[in-house]
C-alpha cells in the first residue's frame, strides 16, 4: 500500500540527515506550508503519511496520562478527527506537527483527570546550577570530579550504526519506556519528534527549567542503557 | 576549571546552546584537554542521534482505514 511506502521514505530522510544537535529545525517551514497546502486539497497520500509517521509517539504520549490502552488509542483517533476538522481554519503559526501533538496532550490530559491520573512535571529538585542533576553514578568519579571509571568506547561511528542493530534499537525503545511519565513525554516530543524546546514547553505547559533538566535525565538514561549495551562482556 | 562530573552534568545545556558564554567557554576548554569528556560528549550525541533516527510503528491498518475514511468524508462536505 502506498502509504505505508511513504512513510517509510519519510523516516529514512530523517535518520540519514542528522547530525547536528538541533536535527530538524531547518526543515519545518517549507515543507510545512506544502504539506498543509496538501491536506486541505485532499491528498490522502499526505494524510496517511502523517497519520503513520506520528501514531507510535501520539500514543505514547496518550500513555502517560491515560492507563488505559483502548482510551490512549480512542484519544489519538479523537485527536485525528479534531485536526481534520481543524485543518482549514489552522493558521499555521506553529509547526504542524506541535499543533497536532498540543491537541493531542490537552485531551490526554481531560481524559487523565477523569481517571485522576496526571504526570508531575513540577516536583523537581533544583540543585546547585553547576551540576544540576548527575547523569551518571557518583561512583564513576573520584572524590576530586575527575573521571574514576571512564567512559569506554562503543565501536559505532555514527547514529545510524547504532539504528542498524535490532538489539540497540529495543533497548532504547524499553529505557524510554521505563523513564518517569515527564522525562518520556520531553524526550520523545522533542528527540523522537524533534520539536523544538520552545514548542515541547508550549505543547506540555512545562517551564524552561523542568524541560531542561527532564530532558537531560531522560538522554542520560538513554546513554547509560546504550553504554551497558556496547561495552558488555 | 570544570570537573568531569560537572561537565557530564552540564552536556545537554551545553548540546542545546544554553550555557552562557563563559560556562561555554569552559566547558569547550575542558573538553579540548580531556579525552574521556571528549568520548562522553561524543556518546551523548550519538545517543541523540539514535534518539531523532528511531523507527516508528505504523498505524494498524483498521485504525488507519477508519482515518482514511473520514479524512474523504471532510473532502467532500
Redesign the interface.
Known amino acids: 500500500m502506498l502509504p505505508r511506502v511513504l512513510t517509510r521514505r519519510l523516516d529514512t530522510r530523517r535518520g540519514s540527515s542528522d547530525q547536528s544537535s538541533a536535527p530538524h529545525a531547518a526543515r519545518v517551514s517549507g515543507d510545512e506550508t506544502q504539506l498543509l497546502s496538501r491536506l486541505l486539497a485532499g491528498d490522502e497520500a499526505a494524510f496517511a503519511a502523517l497519520i503513520n509517521r506520528y501514531y507510535a509517539s501520539m500514543l505514547r504520549l496518550a500513555r502517560l496520562f491515560v492507563a488505559d490502552l483502548d482510551v490512549a488509542e480512542e484519544v489519538v483517533q479523537d485527536t485525528w478527527l479534531a485536526v481534520i476538522n481543524g485543518l482549514a481554519s489552522f493558521e499555521g503559526r506553529a509547526a504542524i506537527k506541535t499543533w497536532i501533538f498540543r491537541i493531542l496532550v490537552n485531551r490526554a490530559k481531560t481524559r487523565g483527570m477523569r481517571e485522576a491520573r496526571s504526570i508531575n512535571f513540577s516536583s523537581l529538585t533544583t540543585g546547585s546550577k553547576e551540576n544540576a542533576t548527575p547523569a551518571l553514578d557518583a561512583d564513576r568519579f573520584s572524590a576530586s570530579g575527575a573521571w574514576h571509571d571512564p567512559p569506554r568506547g562503543w565501536g559505532v561511528d555514527s547514529p545510524e550504526d547504532i539504528l542498524q542493530r535490532k538489539e540497540a534499537l529495543q533497548l532504547i525503545e524499553q529505557e524510554i519506556a521505563t523513564l518517569p511519565p515527564s522525562q518520556q513525554a520531553v524526550i520523545t516530543l522533542r528527540d523522537l519528534e524533534g520539536l523544538t524546546s520552545d514548542e515541547v514547553r508550549n505543547v506540555l505547559g512545562i517551564s524552561e527549567t523542568n524541560q531542561r533538566v527532564l530532558l537531560h535525565r531522560a538522554r542520560s538514561a538513554v546513554r547509560r542503557a546504550l553504554e551497558k549495551h556496547f561495552t558488555k562482556g | 576549571m570544570l570537573?568531569?562530573?560537572?561537565l557530564?552534568?552540564?552536556?545537554?545545556?551545553y548540546?542545546?546552546?544554553?550555557l552562557p558564554m563563559r560556562q561555554r567557554f569552559r566547558f569547550r576548554l575542558h573538553v579540548a584537554l580531556c579525552r574521556?569528556?571528549r568520548?562522553?560528549l561524543r556518546?551523548?550525541?550519538?545517543?541523540?542521534?539514535?534518539?531523532?533516527?528511531?523507527?516508528?510503528?505504523?498505524?494498524p491498518p483498521a485504525?488507519?482505514q477508519?482515518?482514511?475514511h473520514?479524512?474523504?468524508a471532510?473532502?467532500r462536505a
Do not use: H
Open positions: 570537573t568531569c562530573e560537572q557530564t552534568g552540564l552536556v545537554t545545556d548540546i542545546e546552546g544554553w574521556s569528556c568520548r562522553y556518546q551523548m550525541r550519538l545517543t541523540i542521534g539514535a534518539l531523532n533516527g528511531l523507527p516508528r510503528q505504523p498505524l485504525k488507519e477508519e482515518l482514511m473520514r479524512f474523504r471532510w473532502q
